[in-house]
C-alpha cells in the first residue's frame, strides 16, 4: 500500500515536472510578443518617469518643553494660593504627545498657515495662492464664474471667506494631511519630534514647514500660558486701582491735616477724617504690597510657560530631492508588461484547452 502511494507521489512529479516544462517550451514559442511587450513596457515606464515631478522633502525637528514641577517656585506659588489668588500653573499635558502631533495636523493650524504672506517671483501672496499656482488649478477655473474671482490674500481671515473659499480650502487641507504631512516622534526614547513636508515644489515645502512650526508654536504658547497671562492681567489692574486708592488717601490726609492746621485741641472731631485718611493709607499700603508681590510671581509663572517649543533643526536650501529615475522607470515598466503579458497568454491558452 505504502508502495502505490510513493508510486502515485513520484507520478504526479514527474507529471508537474512535465508540465512546468511543456509551459516554458510554449512561451519560448511566444517570445517575439513577451519581448514586443517588454519593449512597449520599458517606453511607457520611461516617458512616466520623465513626466514626474521630483519631491522635495522639508524636515523640522524640536523639542517640547514640559515643565511638571515648579521647582523652588512652588513654596511661592502655594502662599499666593493660601491668600486666595491663583497665579497660574501653565496649561497642564493638554497638547503633549501624541495631541501636539494632532495639533500640527489639524485644519484650523493648517488654514491660518496657508494664509502666511510669502515672497514667489517677486510678489507677495499667500501659501494658498501659492498651492493653487504650482497645481495650476487656475487654468481651469478661468472657464468657471464662481472660481475665477476667488482670491486668497495674504493674512486674510476666515471670516470674511465663502462657502467656496472654505470648500476650496478643504481640499487642499485634505491633500495635505494625507500625502504632503507627516509630524512623528520617529524615537520613543527621543523627545524630539520631527515633521516632515512633502510637495514638488521646493520652496513651498520650505515655506509651509517654517510657517507651520511657527503657527502651531504661537498658538500652542498662548494655550498653554493663557491662564497665566489672564491672572497677570488682573493683577496689574488690581494693583493699578489700590495705587490709585492709596495716592488718593494721601492727598486725603495732607487735606485733612490743612483743614485741621491750628485748630483748638478741644475740637477732636475735626481731626476724625485725617484719621479715617490714615487708616485708609495704611490699609492700601499692605494691600498694595501682597499685590505687587503677587505680580510678581505671576510673571514669573508666565516666563515660565514659555517657549514651550524648542527648535533643533529647520529645513535648509536646497532640499533633500527624489524623483522616478529612468533606469527605474525602464526596468518596472519592462518587467510589468512583460509579466502581465505572460499571464494573459497562459489565460488564453487554457481557455482555449477548456474549449475543445
Known sequence: MEKKN????????KELIEKVKEWYRYLLTQWKIILIAGLIGAILGLAYSL?????????????LEDEKSGGGLGGALGLAS?????????????????????????????????????SVNGKVISLAEMYIQNNKWRDSWNDSPKFKNIQFLPKAEHKYFTRVHDSILGVIYENLSKSSLSVAQKDKEIAITSMDVVSN????????????????????????????????RILEHQVDSVRSELNSAITGVAVANDNTFNLNPALNVRRAPSVRRQVDVQANTAILTELVKQSELAKVTLRKETPLIQVIDRPILPLKK???GKVKGLILGSFLFGFLTVLFIIARRLLKGLTV
Do not use: H, W
Open 201 to 232: 515644489n521646493e520652496l513651498f515645502s520650505l515655506y509651509f514647514c517654517e510657517a507651520l512650526a511657527r503657527q502651531v508654536g504661537k498658538f500652542y504658547v498662548d494655550t498653554k500660558s493663557k491662564k497665566a497671562r489672564e491672572n497677570m
Open 322 to 324: 527624489e524623483r522616478f
Open 82 to 118: 493660601s491668600f486666595g489668588i491663583d497665579v497660574g500653573g501653565g496649561g497642564g499635558s493638554i497638547f503633549s504627545g501624541s495631541n501636539l502631533t494632532e495639533l500640527f495636523k489639524s485644519r484650523l493650524m493648517v488654514e491660518q498657515t496657508l494664509m502666511t504672506p510669502v
Open 51 to 63: 513626466t514626474q515631478k521630483p519631491i522635495y522633502t522639508a524636515t523640522l525637528k524640536f523639542a
Open 6 to 13: 510513493v508510486e502515485r507521489d513520484e507520478i504526479s512529479l
